[in-house]
C-alpha cells in the first residue's frame, strides 16, 4: 500500500503548497459571503470540496506517506461530500431528497475509515482495542445525546422518519471523527502541522453539522448559505493537511511508552459516563429520576476510578518490564532492540532535514584477556567503567548502546553545526587510552568503525539502522586488523574484501568433501647429525582457481567457522596413516619409526571429540602413540587454559608427545607451560632468523635451551635456512631441527628421507 520512493518520482511538495490552499480557502469564505443571496451560492463550498479531493490525491502522490490508502479514503470522501452538497441542491422537495443523505453519509464514514487507518498504523493491537472501548463510550453517549437533542425534536415536528434518523446521525459521525481525531493526538509524540490542521477541520465540520442539525429539528434540510461556511473553512483545512510535507510520517508507527490513563483519556470519558444519568433528567425531573440519575453516575465513576488504579498499577509494572526489555542490566545502557529503534527515528529526521546519523562500532581490544586473567568480576566492572567514559564523553543528545559482550554503539545525528562521529571517535580512542580509574595496572584500549547514512550514496538503498550497523562493524573488523586502538571510516570497497571472505569461507566448506586439501610433510633432524627423526604435517588448499593455499590464509577462516573441527580431523586421520605407511616402509631396514607431527589448533582444543578421534585412528591402524606428536602454540593453550590443561592430560595420558609451536611469541613463560604436560618446545623462526646478527636473539635462544633442558623439555628449533645457523644452534645445545636447509615441505612421495637411498648404497 505504501508507495516506492522511486528515484524517478516527482519531489515532495513545500510547505507554501499547503499555505497556498489556505488562502485559497480564505478567499473562497469572502466569496460566499459576498455571494450569499446570488445563485452561486453553492459555487464555494463546491470549488473547495473539490479542491480538497484533488488535494488529498496530490498529497498522497507527491509527499508519498508511509501508508496512503486513509489519504485515498478522504479524497473520495470529499467525492462524497461534494455529490451530497449538490444533490441536496437538486433535489430538495423531492421524494428523492434523502439520496444526497446517501452520498454525504458515504463520505463520512470515508472519512471515519480513514482516521481509523491512520490510528490502525500508530498503535499496537491491544491499545487500539481500548481506542475502540473508548470510542464505543465516546459513541454511546453522544448518540444518547443527539437523539435527544436533535432526532426526537425533529420526529416531535416532522413525525418520527428516516430524516429525523439522519438529521441525529451527522453530529454523532462528527464527535466519533473528533473522537479519533483526539486519539491520533494521544498517540503522537510530536503532533505535526498536518495533524491539527486535520483536527482543526474535523471540528468545523461539526460545528457545520450541528447547524444543519438545528435546522433539521424545524424540518428544513436548505437553510442560509452561510450554513456552508464551516465546511469550506473545513474543507480548506484539510487539502492543506493533505498538501502539507509533514503528513508523510503521520501514519508512521509510534511506539511510545507505556501509558497509564492519562489526563485527558479520563477528561474525555468522565463526562461522556455522566452523559445518561444527564439524558435522565433532561425532560423528567422527579425525585426519583434524580436518585436513579445520581446513582447511576456516582457507580460509573466508581468503577472508572476502580478501573483506573487497577490499569495504573499495571502501567507501573509494564514499565519496569519494558525498560528491562531496552536496556542492558549490567551498564544501564540501552540495548540492541532500543538502538535500532532510535536510529531508525533519528534516520527519519535526518533523512528530512538534510542532515545525516553517524554511527560508531565500538569493542574493546583483547577484553578476553580481561576476563580469563582476572576473572569476570574484573571484566564486568570493566565494562561498567567503560559505559561511564562512553557516557562522559557524549553528549546528553547522542545514543549511547551495548550491544554485546564488549560490543558498545553510539549514535550521533550530525546536523549543520554538531561535530561529526569522527570527532567523537577520537575523543572515545583518547579517553580509554587512560588506565581505567581503579583498575590501575589496567588499559584497555577500543577499536571503532564510524558508518554515517547517506555515505553509500543510496547505492545499497536506503539506510537503516541495521544497515549502518553492520557497516560501522565491518570498518571497526579494519580497525582491529590495522592494529587496534583507532578508527576506521567504512568505505563500500570494504565490502567486497568481506565479500571474497565470504566466497572463501564458502568455498572451504566444499574443500574436505571435493578432496582438495592435502598435506606436505616437512623433515624434522637431529642439529648435530642431520638425521631426519620425524616430520611435520602441513596443511594445503589445492584451491581450483587459485592453486596452492597457504595455511596462514585460510586456518583463521576454518577457525573462526568452527570448520577447523572437521578438517583438524582429517588431518590427523590423514597424518597417522601416513606414519603408518612410513613405519611399514621401513620395517626391516633398522632404522627408527619416524614419527609425525601435527598441528592443533585452540579451537580444536576446546572440542573433546578430539581425544576420541586421535585415540580411534591409533587404534584402527595399531600405530604406537609415541609416534604421534601435537604441535600447540602457547597462546591456543591460554586461550582456555582449564580446559586445554584437561584436554592435553587426556592425549598425554593416551601416550603422545606434546609440544609447545612457536614458542616465545606469545606472552608466557616457560614454567607458566608447567602446567600443561608438554615434552617438546619448538622456537619460533623469528628467533632464528636472527642468531647470527642479533645477540638478543642468541640470548633469548641460549636462556629458553638452557631452561628446557632443566625442565627436561626437547628443543626443536624452526625455520632454520643457513648451514650458520644449525651450527651456532648446536652450539647452544638445540637438539633437532627443521628449516629449507634441511628440506622443503613436500609431498609424502617425494620424502626421500623415509628410505635414504645413499646410505642404502654405501651399506
Ligand atoms: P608452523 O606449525 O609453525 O609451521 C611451520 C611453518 O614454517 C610452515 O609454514 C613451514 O612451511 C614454514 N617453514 C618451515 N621451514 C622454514 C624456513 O626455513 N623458512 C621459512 N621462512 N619458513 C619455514 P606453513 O606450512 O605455511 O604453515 C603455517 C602455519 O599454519 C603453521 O605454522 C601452523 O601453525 C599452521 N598449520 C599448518 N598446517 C596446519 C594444520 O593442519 N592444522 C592447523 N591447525 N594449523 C596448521
Ligand atoms: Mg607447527
Ligand atoms: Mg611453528
Redesign the pocket.
Known amino acids: 500500500m505504501s508507495e516506492p520512493a522511486s528515484s524517478g518520482a516527482a519531489p515532495a511538495l513545500g510547505e507554501g503548497v499547503a499555505w497556498g490552499f489556505c488562502a485559497l480557502g480564505g478567499a473562497m469564505v469572502v466569496a460566499l459571503v459576498a455571494l450569499r443571496s446570488g445563485d452561486l451560492a453553492a459555487a464555494p463550498v463546491a470549488v473547495m470540496g473539490a479542491g480538497a479531493a484533488i488535494a488529498a490525491a496530490v498529497g498522497r502522490r507527491r509527499n508519498r506517506p508511509q501508508v496512503s490508502y486513509p489519504w485515498l479514503l478522504f479524497s473520495l470522501a470529499c467525492v462524497g461530500f461534494i455529490a451530497g452538497a449538490v444533490l441536496r441542491q437538486v433535489l430538495a422537495g423531492t421524494q428523492f431528497a434523502p439520496v444526497a443523505d446517501v452520498a454525504t453519509l458515504a463520505g463520512y464514514f470515508a472519512t471515519t475509515a480513514g482516521f481509523v487507518g491512520l490510528l490502525r498504523c500508530r498503535q499496537s493491537s491491544d491499545r487500539r482495542l481500548h481506542s475502540v472501548v473508548d470510542g464505543s463510550i465516546v459513541l454511546v453517549a453522544i448518540s444518547a445525546l443527539a437523539l435527544v437533542a436533535f432526532t426526537l425534536p425533529t420526529a416531535r415536528n416532522a413525525g418520527f422518519s428516516e430524516f429525523a434518523v439522519v438529521q441525529g446521525a451527522y453530529p454523532v459521525i462528527d464527535a466519533v471523527m473528533v473522537f479519533v481525531a483526539i486519539l491520533l493526538s494521544w498517540t503522537s509524540a510530536r503532533r505535526v502541522t498536518s495533524f491539527w490542521l486535520l483536527a482543526v477541520s474535523v471540528v468545523f465540520m461539526l460545528i457545520g453539522d450541528i447547524g444543519y442539525a438545528a435546522i433539521g429539528t424545524q424540518g428544513e434540510t436548505v437553510g442560509s448559505p452561510l450554513l456552508d461556511l464551516p465546511f469550506v473553512i473545513a474543507f480548506s483545512l484539510f487539502g492543506a493537511a493533505a498538501l502539507h510535507p509533514s503528513m508523510r510520517i503521520l501514519s508512521a508507527v509510534q511506539q511510545r511508552p507505556v501509558q497509564a490513563w492519562s489526563r485527558g483519556r479520563v477528561g474525555l470519558l468522565v463526562p461522556m459516563l455522566l452523559v445518561p444519568p444527564a439524558v435522565l433528567v433532561w425532560n423528567d425531573d422527579s425525585p426519583s429520576t434524580w436518585i436513579g440519575a445520581a446513582a447511576g453516575g456516582l457507580l460509573a465513576l466508581l468503577v472508572l476510578s476502580r478501573a483506573v488504579t487497577a490499569v495504573q498499577a499495571h502501567a507501573k509494572a509494564q514499565e519496569g518490564l519494558a525498560y528491562q526489555a531496552t536496556h542492558d542490566a549490567l551498564t544501564r545502557l540501552a540495548n540492541r532492540a532500543r538502538l535500532v529503534q532510535v536510529v531508525d527515528e533519528l534516520l527519519l529526521r535526518a533523512d528530512r532535514a538534510g542532515d545525516r546519523v553517524d554511527v560508531l562500532f565500538l569493542d574493546i581490544d583483547s577484553f578476553k584477556l580481561v576476563n580469563d586473567t582476572w576473572g569476570h568480576q574484573v571484566g564486568d566492572r570493566v565494562l561498567r567503567l567503560a559505559a561511564e567514559r562512553l557516557l562522559t564523553v557524549t553528549d546528553a543528545t547522542d545514543v549511547v548502546a551495548r550491544i554485546g559482550g564488549d560490543e558498545f554503539v553510539l549514535a550521533r545525528y550530525v546536523g549543520p553545526h554538531t561535530p561529526g562521529g569522527d570527532e567523537l571517535a577520537a575523543a572515545v580512542v583518547e579517553a580509554f587510552r587512560q588506565p581505567l580509574p581503579g583498575e590501575d595496572a589496567l588499559v584497555t584500549t577500543v577499536s571503532i568503525g564510524l558508518a554515517g547514512s547517506g555515505a553509500s550514496g543510496g547505492a545499497a538503498g536506503p539506510d537503516s539502522a541495521e544497515s549502518l550497523l553492520r557497516d560501522a562493524d565491518t570498518a571497526m573488523y579494519r580497525a582491529k586488523a590495522a592494529g587496534r586502538s583507532r578508527c576506521m571510516v567504512f568505505d563500500p570497497s570494504m565490502h567486497d574484501s568481506v565479500r571474497q571472505r565470504v566466497e572463501t569461507e564458502l568455498a572451504l566448506r566444499y574443500a574436505l568433501a571435493r578432496d582438495e586439501l592435502l598435506?606436505?610433510y616437512?623433515p624434522i633432524v637431529s642439529v648435530q647429525t642431520g638425521v631426519v627423526v620425524g616430520a611435520?604435517?602441513?596443511?594445503?588448499w589445492a584451491h581450483p582457481s587459485l592453486g596452492l593455499v597457504?595455511?596462514?590464509d585460510f586456518?583463521p577462516i576454518a577457525e573462526e567457522t568452527g570448520l577447523?573441527v572437521e578438517?583438524?580431523e582429517w588431518?590427523v586421520s590423514e597424518a597417522v596413516r601416513q606414519a603408518a605407511r612410513w613405519r611399514d616402509q621401513r620395517a626391516g631396514s633398522g632404522m627408527p619409526d619416524l614419527w609425525v607431527a601435527?598441528?592443533?589448533?585452540a579451537r580444536?582444543l576446546r572440542d573433546p571429540s578430539l581425544v576420541d578421534h586421535v585415540e580411534a585412528e591409533l587404534q584402527r591402524l595399531d600405530l604406537p602413540a609415541s609416534l604421534l606428536v601435537l604441535?600447540i602454540?602457547e597462546s591456543a593453550m591460554m586461550s582456555d587454559e582449564d580446559v586445554a590443561a584437561t584436554l592435553l592430560h587426556r592425549l598425554r595420558d593416551l601416550g603422545l608427545t606434546l609440544a609447545v609451536?612457536?614458542f616465545g611469541t606469545g606472552y608466557s613463560s616457560l614454567g607458566h607451560l608447567r602446567r600443561f604436560p608438554v615434552s617438546k618446545v619448538?622456537i619460533?623462526?623469528a628467533f632464528v632468523a636472527g642468531i647470527e646478527h642479533d645477540a638478543d636473539d642468541a640470548e633469548i635462544v641460549r636462556a629458553v635451551v638452557a631452561m628446557s633442558l632443566a625442565m627436561r623439555l626437547d628443543v626443536v628449533a624452526?625455520?632454520?635456512?643457513t648451514e650458520g645457523q644449525r651450527v651456532l644452534l648446536q652450539q647452544l645445545g638445540v637438539q633437532l631441527g627443521?628449516?629449507?636447509?634441511f628440506g622443503?615441505?613436500m609431498p609424502a612421495e617425494d620424502c626421500t628421507f623415509v628410505l635414504p637411498q645413499p646410505a642404502r648404497a654405501k651399506s
Open positions: 598435506l606436505h616437512q611435520e604435517a602441513l596443511l594445503r597457504s595455511p596462514l586456518i577447523i578438517i583438524g588431518v601435527v598441528n592443533v589448533s580444536q604441535e602454540t609451536d612457536d619448538k619460533d623462526r624452526e625455520g632454520i635456512e627443521q628449516g629449507w636447509h622443503r615441505p
